[in-house]
């Protein structure tokens, strides 16, 4: 059994990476690590309420647990788990802690800036994973309507 | 009209009507400020009045006339007039100025001070208290000088006011010409692309904001409409390029059979050779036919029920005759109990030929090396992935992958034609499905398959 890290924004199109990772690594049974960036509270009172996997929960939409549930029936056979991870570090020392902490063999990222952060609370984790890991096998995603409509959003003028 | 008049005229009449609020509101503190004020002076003068009379057995009479006088100025048609009354039964003693309102005099009674405004004339009203007795002092006045400051102060506000607005369209204007220029640029270039110079590009400048966004979809659009006059023009040179090419064989073969006389063996190689490039020639031509069908008259097709585990078990035993050596696994693991969750409506012939061609990239493309087949089937769906280890398709040819003739840089030395996937593409489309690719080159390729399953509430209507 293989631990892949696979980077993601929550959306259904990141879940594409999943199917690369399959591609990639035939015959064996994989554990994906999804994982996102997010910065830490500066506040003591956001700090001390920090949840993260009520974070995840947050950003985790309808449809995307069920394009994750189809994608396991598809695949039943290659997929094991498909757990989500947070990184909270601002560093690559941090990265490489969290790292050793997860224990994952390869990386599976998209070759171009493909992932949106719904806010700036949010980062994508992909240059992380490319200068601090030795296995990462780089794929192309496409960018869907799904993306483009969140980042041209009302809400996202905010976001600054 | 123009845009940038549209955006000039909401832009003033936003501000005019933010000015005049503020303007009503600065005339409004002002006068009630003024109001206020000169309130308080009738009411120091009502005071002084009162003294001045009512005390004059105390104190000297002249002092106080002297004082009001040099001292504290009088109002413009100042009058007083000072009546005994009874505080405690609230009833006047004599007759009082009819003139102004009952209520006037009854709230001097109960709060010991009154105001009013009549006419342009205030008037207050004080309950003073003396050795002998009560009185109500009533004190009138008008405010030439407040009205005056008022008057001017509307005045500056109403000019100010139309100095703004002009200044606001002087400035609106120029600053929504300046906005719109790049559209107006863009315009100017959108307008010089013609078919023939579909290269050109539209200028875009570093940076996020809308318009280079526009700009740079613009580009996108042109970039998308040039690929498909390319793959359009390429589909023109690649078919007559592959229906010459087995033309060109029969002509050079029958041409060396009539040149001189054969023998028996060569003319039985020679029509051999004309045969094969004939079956060459009638495959392609069906192929372009089934092509056309698919896009142009696509009526006429026998809808029926289709078990999907079926069909792939007639499609490999087909594929087992013409490939021998491939190496199809059908997984069938994750088949439902409900034959109804994998039976769909269609056209049996159209589908045969979509996964099998699909099925026969999958060998072709991958040297016989192992291609599994996986039916699931889910929420109305049947879910269908064809997964190969073989070369893969290029990133960037990923998107092409559709168009007809189209052949992927890595696989030109593997015999085909490039419409098997299109034809797949164009099939399933038809069933009101959908066909995904996920490849990586040299790791292998999968094709995710999702038809609608006859079961499925408001399924999409099938096209066919």
């Known amino acids: 059994m293989r631990r892949i890290l696979i980077p993601t924004d929550f959306t259904i199109n990141s879940l594409q990476l999943v199917e690369y990772a399959i591609l990639n690594f035939p015959d064996t049974k994989l554990d994906i690590v999804l994982i996102a960036g997010y910065r830490l509270p500066d506040t003591r009172w956001g700090v001390t309420h920090f949840h993260e996997r009520e974070k995840i929960r947050e950003q985790v939409s309808g449809k995307f647990k069920e394009a994750k549930r189809r994608i396991v029936l598809e695949h039943k056979n290659a997929i094991e788990t498909i757990s989500f991870e947070l990184f909270t570090g601002v560093n690559s020392f941090a990265f490489q802690n969290f790292l050793e902490q997860i224990n994952v063999d390869d990386a599976v990222v998209p070759s171009k800036k493909a992932l949106f952060c719904p806010n700036s609370k949010w980062f994508d984790t992909t240059d992380f994973i490319k200068s601090n890991m030795k296995n990462v096998i780089e794929t192309p995603i496409e960018i869907s309507e799904e993306v483009t409509d969140k980042k041209f959003s009302l809400i996202s003028l905010f976001n600054l | 009209m123009q845009l940038r008049t549209k955006i000039t005229s909401i832009f003033i009449v936003l501000t005019s009507l933010f000015l005049t609020g503020i303007f009503i509101l600065i005339y409004y503190f002002s006068k009630t400020y003024t109001e206020s004020e000169f309130y308080l002076r009738l009411s120091q003068r009502a005071t002084i009045a009162a003294q001045a009379y009512l005390e004059a057995d105390d104190m000297n009479l002249d002092i106080y006339d002297d004082i009001r006088i040099r001292h504290l100025q009088t109002l413009p048609n100042e009058k007083e007039v000072i009546y005994p009354v009874d505080a405690e039964s609230k009833k006047p003693l004599v007759k009082m100025d009819k003139s102004l309102p009952e209520r006037f005099y009854q709230q001097i009674f109960s709060e010991e001070y009154a105001e009013l405004k009549k006419d342009d004339y205030y008037y207050t009203g004080l309950l003073y208290h003396d050795n002998e007795g009560d009185f109500i002092v009533v004190l009138s006045a008008t405010d030439l000088y407040g009205f005056g400051k008022l008057d001017n102060l509307r005045n500056i506000l109403i000019i100010t006011f139309f100095i703004s607005i002009i200044f606001i369209f002087i400035l609106g204007r120029y600053y929504a010409k300046q906005a719109l220029s790049p559209i107006a640029k863009i315009i100017k270039e959108v307008n010089s692309i013609r078919a023939e110079s579909l290269s050109l590009r539209l200028e875009t400048v570093n940076g996020k904001d809308e318009l280079t966004q526009l700009a740079t979809t613009f580009n996108n659009?042109?970039?998308?409409?040039?690929?498909?006059?390319?793959?359009?023009?390429?589909?023109?040179?690649?078919?007559?390029?592959?229906?010459?090419?087995?033309?060109?064989?029969?002509?050079?073969?029958?041409?060396?059979?009539?040149?001189?006389?054969?023998?028996?063996?060569?003319?039985?190689?020679?029509?051999?050779?004309?045969?094969?490039?004939?079956?060459?020639?009638?495959?392609?031509?069906?192929?372009?036919?089934?092509?056309?069908?698919?896009?142009?008259?696509?009526?006429?097709?026998?809808?029926?029920?289709?078990?999907?585990?079926?069909?792939?078990?007639?499609?490999?035993?087909?594929?087992?005759?013409?490939?021998p050596n491939n190496r199809i696994e059908l997984n069938f693991e994750a088949l439902p109990e409900n034959e109804d969750a994998i039976t769909l409506m269609g056209s049996?012939?159209?589908?045969?030929?979509?996964?099998?061609?699909?099925?026969?990239?999958?060998?072709?493309?991958?040297?016989?090396?192992?291609?599994?087949?996986?039916?699931?089937?889910?929420?109305?769906?049947?879910?269908?992935?064809?997964?190969?280890?073989?070369?893969?398709?290029?990133?960037?040819?990923?998107?092409?992958?559709?168009?007809?003739?189209?052949?992927?840089?890595?696989?030109?030395?593997?015999?085909?034609?490039?419409?098997?996937?299109?034809?797949?593409?164009?099939?399933?489309?038809?069933?009101?499905?959908?066909?995904?690719?996920?490849?990586?080159?040299?790791?292998g390729t999968l094709v995710k398959i999702k038809l609608p399953n006859k079961d499925l509430e408001n399924v999409p209507s099938l096209k066919l």
């Open chain 2, 348 to 443: 049996e012939s159209l589908l045969k030929v979509a996964l099998g061609n699909i099925l026969e990239n999958a060998c072709k493309f991958s040297n016989n090396k192992r291609v599994t087949v996986k039916i699931v089937s889910d929420a109305g769906y049947i879910l269908l992935t064809i997964k190969d280890e073989g070369v893969g398709i290029p990133e960037d040819e990923l998107k092409n992958i559709y168009e007809p003739f189209f052949r992927a840089s890595n696989v030109r030395k593997i015999e085909g034609f490039g419409f098997g996937l299109p034809l797949a593409y164009r099939i399933i489309k038809m069933h009101a499905g959908e066909i995904r690719v996920v490849s990586q080159i040299n790791k």
């Open chain 2, 221 to 323: 659009m042109l970039d998308r409409l040039q690929i498909s006059f390319d793959l359009q023009n390429n589909f023109i040179n690649n078919a007559s390029h592959e229906l010459r090419n087995p033309l060109t064989a029969i002509l050079g073969q029958t041409e060396i059979a009539l040149n001189k006389a054969r023998t028996e063996e060569e003319y039985h190689s020679i029509l051999q050779n004309i045969d094969r490039e004939a079956a060459r020639l009638d495959f392609l031509v069906n192929g372009l036919l089934k092509l056309a069908q698919t896009d142009f008259d696509s009526k006429g097709f026998l809808i029926e029920p289709i078990r999907l585990d079926e069909m792939l078990l007639h499609i490999k035993q087909n594929l087992d005759v013409s490939i």
